[in-house]
Nanobody, 120 residues
Framework: VQLQASGGGLVQAGGSLKLSCVAS????????MTWFRQAPGKEREFVAG????????VYADSVKGRFTISRDNAKNTIYLQMNSLKPEDTAIYYC??????????????WGQGTLVTVSS
């Protein structure tokens, strides 16, 4: 079972990036899928999550109105559209999967992370 995150990179403040996370080895259409991030010297924090069918989404206050999480179960993929990026969004972004949508990082499956760097 593998979660492969991609789409990170270097962007200027105010710019946009779209992250993707593809699952392989099994389907996750019955799992919640979530993005967490971890900045240097900081703990891993919840960013956004979506339930199994996309009907419910949850966002951290720091990204509300700027980030959008979505999923395509036919492609076993979730996305994170990030707009109006700020330097404080700089972090390694991880996707995760679990039967339950939660904001705590106690997930069964984790991707390897993709680095997002926002320059000022």
């Amino acid at each position: 079972v593998q979660l492969q995150a991609s789409g990170g990179g270097l962007v200027q403040a105010g710019g946009s990036l779209k992250l993707s996370c593809v699952a392989s080895g099994r389907t996750f259409d019955d799992h919640a899928m979530t993005w967490f991030r971890q900045a240097p010297g900081k703990e891993r924090e919840f960013v956004a999550g979506v339930n199994w069918n996309g009907g419910r989404t949850v966002y951290a206050d720091s990204v509300k109105g700027r980030f959008t999480i979505s999923r395509d179960n036919a492609k076993n993929t979730i996305y994170l559209q990030m707009n109006s990026l700020k330097p404080e969004d700089t972090a390694i972004y991880y996707c995760a999967a679990d039967p339950v949508l939660s904001t705590t990082p106690l997930y069964d499956y984790w991707g390897q992370g993709t680095l997002v760097t926002v320059s000022s």
